[in-house]
DNA sequence: ACTCAAACTCTACATATATCGCTAATGACG
DNA sequence: CGTCATTAGCGATATATGTAGAGTTTGAGT
C-alpha cells in the first residue's frame, strides 16, 4: 500500500453528505448537486466505497418512463465508522498518528 | 386550418427513415443518429405522428440498469401510406395538387 | 530530497429521452 | 402583398448514470 484511500476533500464530501442522515438512500445525482462533484468524479467515488464495504447500493425504478433508473446509496456500518472517523476530527483528543487515521 | 401539417423537410426524413424497414421498430436515439435531428426536434415530432396515429410506439426496457428506457417506434399501416406519400412524389404522375397533399 | 506506484480527480464523451421558450416557415384570406 | 394563426424547428437545459484517458496527489521506501 503506498497510499491511504478515501481520505480525499472529494470522498469525505461525500461521506459527510451521507452521515447527515445516515439510514437515507441517497441517489448519486442528487448527491453531485450537493457535493458539487461531477459525475466523473462521484460516481467512481460511489461504486470504490460499495466495493470497499462501505456503502449498500441498490436500484430504484424510474417514475417516469424515459428517465434513467436510479442508483441508490446508503452507508452500512462500517460506512458510518469511516464517515466519522473523516468527519469529525476529534478537535480536543488525543494526538492523531498519521497511522491511525489508515484502515 | 391554415398549414399542412408533416410536411417539412425533418418530418420527411425521419418518415423515409422508418419507411426503409417499414415493419422494424426503431429507437429515436437511432433516428437521431440517422437524420442528424437533435433531440429537441426530433422527440416532439415523433410524438406528433404517434399522436396522430402514424407510429405506434412502445417502451423497452434498457439491457444495463443505469441505462433510460428505450422508446420504440414504428410506422402504422396510415403512416406507411404517408411516408409512401411524402417519400414518393410521384414524378411523372398526374400533377399533384396542393390540397391533395393535406390529409 | 527523490523516486515510484497506487489512488484518485477531472474533462470530455456516451447513453437515451424529454421539456421550454423563442424563432421561423407556411399558407389561407383580405 | 401583407397580416396572422398554426405548425414546426432549434438551441439550451434537465434527468440520471456511466466510461476513458490523461493528469495529479499522496505517502512509503530509499
Known amino acids: ?14 461521506l ?31 461504486m470504490r466505497l460499495s466495493d470497499q464495504g462501505y456503502l449498500e447500493a441498490e436500484w430504484r425504478q424510474p417514475l417516469q418512463p424515459g428517465r434513467p433508473a436510479r442508483h441508490a446509496y ?4 462500517a460506512g458510518v465508522a469511516l464517515a466519522r472517523q473523516r468527519a469529525e476530527p476529534t478537535p480536543g483528543a488525543a494526538p492523531l498518528q498519521p497511522s491511525t487515521v489508515r484502515p
Not at 1 to 14: D, E, F, K, L, W
Not at 22 to 35: H, I
Not at 74 to 77: E, F, K, M, Q, V
Open 74 to 77: 446508503r452507508l452500512t456500518g
Open 16 to 46: 459527510a453528505a451521507l452521515l447527515a442522515q445516515p439510514q437515507a438512500w441517497r441517489y448519486g445525482y442528487d448527491l453531485s448537486k450537493e457535493t458539487g462533484l461531477k459525475s466523473g468524479t462521484l460516481y467512481p467515488l460511489l
Open 1 to 14: 500500500m503506498t497510499r491511504a484511500p478515501n481520505i480525499s476533500r472529494q470522498t469525505v464530501g461525500v
